[in-house]
C-alpha cells in the first residue's frame, strides 16, 4: 500500500512532463547506431566473434549495466531528493518500516528502466538483435536476482544518505570498480589474468553471463545455473542486511534530526 502510494506519487511527478516521460528513452537509439558501427570494425575475431555476435554482446551488457545502475541510484537518489525538498521528515514519520519506503523509492525508477530495457531491444531489432531466440525464463530469474542484489547497495547508499546527510558516493565508486571487472563492453578473456581472478567476486559479472546466456544463447535456469546461483548467494546476504542498514540510518536520522537537515 504505502510503497504504491509512493511509486504511484512518482509516476504523477513523470507524467507531468509527457514529452521527456515518452520520448526520453529513444534517446538511446544514438548510442546503439554506435555500438553498431563499432561492432563493425572490431567483430569477425576469435576475441569478440562475429559483428552481429558483438553487437548483441555490447547491447545486453549496456542493458544491464543500465538497469544495475537504476537499481543502485534509485533508493539513493530518492532519499537525497526529499531530503532536500523537505518531505523526507514527513514521509519516515508515517508507520511504515524501512523495508517498505525503500521499496517505494525503488518501484517506479525500475519500472522506469524495465520500460527503456525493452524500448533498447526494439531499437536494436533492426540493428542485429533479430533472429535472437531468448529462454525467458532464464532471462526473468536473472533480471530479478539482479534487482534484488543492487537494489541493496542502493538501500546502503541510502542509509549512509539519511545517516550523515553525504558519503553515499562510495557506492557508486565501488560498483564503478565492478564494472571494470565484470566485461560491460568487453569479454573478461580479454583482461589480465588477475583481473578475471577478481572478476569472479563481483556480482555483475554474474548478473551479465546469466543474462547473456539466456538472452543470446538460450540457456535454461538449469544451463545458466552456476551464475543464478551465486546473484541468489549474493541477494540471500546484502538484501536483509541493507535493510537493517537502511532501518539503522533512518533510526539516527530521526534522532539526530537528519531528516530535515542537507
Known amino acids: 500500500g504505502a510503497a504504491f502510494t509512493l511509486a504511484s506519487k512518482d509516476l504523477r511527478v513523470a507524467w507531468s512532463y509527457r514529452l521527456s516521460f515518452l520520448f526520453g528513452h529513444f534517446a538511446v537509439f544514438a548510442p546503439l547506431v554506435l555500438f553498431y558501427f563499432v561492432s563493425r570494425v572490431v567483430g569477425n575475431s576469435s576475441v569478440v566473434g562475429s559483428p552481429e555476435h558483438y553487437f548483441r554482446f ?40 524501512s523495508g517498505t519506503l525503500g521499496l517505494g523509492w525503488l518501484l517506479y525508477p525500475m519500472f522506469d ?13 533492426p540493428l542485429g ?41 562510495t557506492v557508486p565508486l565501488i560498483l564503478a570498480g565492478l564494472a571494470l571487472l565484470s566485461g560491460v563492453l568487453f569479454p573478461v578473456s580479454v583482461m589480465p589474468h588477475w583481473m578475471q581472478v577478481l572478476s569472479h567476486v563481483s ?26 546461483l551465486v546473484l541468489a548467494g549474493f541477494a540471500v546476504v546484502l538484501l536483509p542486511l541493507s535493510l537493517v542498514l537502511l532501518e539503522l540510518g533512518l533510526r539516527r536520522a530521526r ?3 537528519g531528516l530535515s537537515r542537507f
Do not use: Y
Request: negative net charge; hydrophobic residues 55%.
Open 129 to 169: 538483435m533479430w533472429g535472437v531466440h531468448p529462454c525467458w525464463p532464464t532471462v526473468f530469474l536473472s533480471i530479478v536476482l539482479s534487482i534484488a542484489v543492487f537494489a541493496s547497495f542502493g538501500f546502503i547508499g541510502a542509509a549512509i544518505v539519511m545517516a550523515f546527510q553525504q558519503g553515499a558516493g
Open 255 to 257: 534522532k539526530t534530526g
Open 203 to 228: 556480482p555483475l559479472r554474474h548478473s551479465l553471463d546469466s543474462l547473456r546466456d539466456g538472452m543470446l544463447e538460450h540457456a535454461s535456469i538449469h544451463e545458466a545455473g552456476n551464475s543464478l
Open 58 to 97: 555490447i547491447v545486453v551488457g549496456t542493458a544491464m549495466a543500465g538497469l544495475v545502475d537504476t537499481a543502485v541510484g534509485a533508493a539513493m537518489g530518492a532519499a537525497r531528493r526529499d531530503q532536500i525538498e523537505g518531505t523526507l521528515e514527513a514521509i519516515a514519520s508515517l508507520p511504515v518500516s
Open 113 to 125: 528502466a524495465l520500460l527503456g530495457l525493452v524500448v533498447a531491444f526494439i531499437v536494436a531489432l
